[in-house]
Nanobody, 124 residues
Framework: VQLVESGGGLVQAGGSLRLSCAAS????????MGWFRQPPGKQRELVAA???????NYADSVKGRFTISEDNAKNTVYLQMNSLKPEDTAVYYC???????????????????WGQGTQVTVSS
């Protein structure tokens, strides 16, 4: 599985960005796609996830502002980010979990494949 992110950039607080993650390879193995972020000097954290069945999970810090979605025809997962805050500044990664699970993996360790990351910077 290969993942390629795009869509990061610099935006003012209150603005919006949409990140894209294009998947290729053995995508039939993917059970969950997740978006993570890693602020400078901090651990990588799960922002949002979507299962193959379409169920979604969000971190409390982004609920109501971020939306994860997928376009199966394009093998692409999106993260729409609205009402951005300076604390949303981080490198954002998409990740794929190919393991069969009952619950969505909430940590980076649960994901097998990673994109290269894209920088999101929110200025105040």
């Amino acid at each position: 599985v290969q993942l390629v992110e795009s869509g990061g950039g610099l935006v003012q607080a209150g603005g919006s960005l949409r990140l894209s993650c294009a998947a290729s390879g053995s995508i039939f193995r993917i059970n969950t796609m997740g978006w993570f972020r890693q602020p400078p000097g901090k651990q990588r954290e799960l922002v949002a996830a979507i299962t193959s069945g379409g169920s979604t999970n969000y971190a409390d810090s982004v609920k109501g502002r971020f939306t994860i979605s997928e376009d199966n025809a394009k093998n692409t997962v999106y993260l729409q980010m609205n009402s951005l805050k300076p604390e949303d500044t981080a490198v954002y990664y998409c990740a794929a979990d190919t393991n069969p699970r009952t619950l969505v993996a909430g940590t980076a360790r649960g994901y097998d494949y990673w994109g290269q990351g894209t920088q999101v910077t929110v200025s105040s």
